[in-house]
């Protein structure tokens, strides 16, 4: 049953939405813990001739 396919939510936002009221509930000390690792990381860099440029680390939330 797909149900948030019938409520017009990509599988995507459903597992945002079902994420967010989960931390909602949790103990204090269980929701510190998952507030860390919402956290994400990333890095880009352009390779050109074999060797690896210049390391660009990417914030998601400058991104529009």
């Not at 998952?34 to 994400?40: G, V």
């Not at 001739?49 to 210049?54: A, F, H, I």
Request: charged share 30%; hydrophobic share 40%.
């Amino acid at each position: 049953m797909t149900f948030w396919k019938d409520a017009g939510f990509s599988y995507l936002k459903y597992v945002q939405v079902a994420s967010r009221a989960l931390r909602s509930v949790l103990k204090e000390e269980a929701k510190v813990q998952a507030l860390k690792r919402e956290d994400t990381v990333l890095k880009v860099s352009r390779w050109a001739n074999g060797k690896q440029g210049e390391l660009k680390f990417v914030d998601p939330k400058n991104q529009h």
